[in-house]
């Protein structure tokens, strides 16, 4: 049996994107806890002003997350600027989807690292990003004398949890972030009390749970759902 053999694991997703990391963790023996802390709310306005954007009007496209790659896709599908970059694999993952290549995924996956590999230029930029995103991305695109068009089509909420599900997050083993705003989320109900090992997909969310007060034990190599089970099935191999 597997390291992941009967542990816990709490998956913080939102409801309608749970299932993959679901699969993922019983296929590797584990007992998926699903608690949805978030939910993905679409900006109707800011969706409708994406769609009106021709991707032709830009020279880079930059997509800053998983869902913003996904409301993207689902405005213009394949079509995209001559360039892409997107912050992370997983979001460059999410717009292969689609066939669209992200040409450059930095190497530290987060604004800074995006930005400290982003070229200097003098034309049109798209952004794609969370209502609730840091400025600090679109700053340092503008400083690098881009014309940033910032377009934010959904923003996450935090979702209802129960009694239940908050008993059985305090009794697994493992939690599993994807982001940021599921590591608030949990604080909000939570507080900072934990299973006893928290994982965040890569990096960038790893700012943001230790920025919530929370102690990461592992970051994942591979920022990807695959990656993020694997992380945790090495961890608990050497701790065995």
Do not use: C
């Not at 049996?1 to 994107?17: F, N």
């Not at 943001?208 to 695959?226: M, N």
Request: charged share 10%; proline share 7%; net charge negative.
């Amino acid at each position: 049996m597997g390291a992941l053999a009967g542990r816990r694991v709490v998956v913080t997703r939102a409801a309608e994107q749970a299932d993959e990391l679901v699969t993922l963790l019983q296929a590797a023996g584990a007992v998926p806890v699903v608690v949805p802390l978030i939910e993905i709310v679409a900006d109707p306005t800011a969706t409708a002003e994406l769609a009106a954007l021709g991707p032709t009007r830009f020279e880079w496209l930059v997509v800053s997350s998983p869902n913003g790659a996904a409301q993207y896709v689902a405005a213009h599908g394949s079509a995209a600027p001559p360039s892409v970059a997107a912050i992370g694999s997983a979001t460059a993952h999410a717009l292969a989807v689609a066939g669209i290549v992200a040409g450059l995924v930095p190497a530290q996956q987060n604004a800074t690292g995006l930005l400290a590999e982003f070229p200097s230029g003098s034309g049109s930029l798209l952004l794609v990003q969370a209502a609730a995103a840091e400025p600090e991305l679109a700053a340092g695109l503008a400083a690098r004398g881009w014309q940033v068009t910032t377009i934010s089509p959904y923003r996450s909420v935090p979702a209802r949890v129960t009694a239940g599900q908050q008993l059985a997050a305090l009794a697994a083993d493992a939690v599993l972030f994807a982001s940021g705003s599921a590591a608030r989320a949990w604080v909000a109900v939570f507080g900072h009390t934990t299973p006893p090992v928290v994982v965040a997909i890569g990096p960038q969310t790893a700012a943001a749970i230790e920025r919530a007060g929370l102690k990461v034990a592992i970051v994942a190599a591979d920022h990807s759902l695959p990656g993020l089970v694997a992380a945790l099935q090495r961890h608990l191999s050497v701790s065995e």
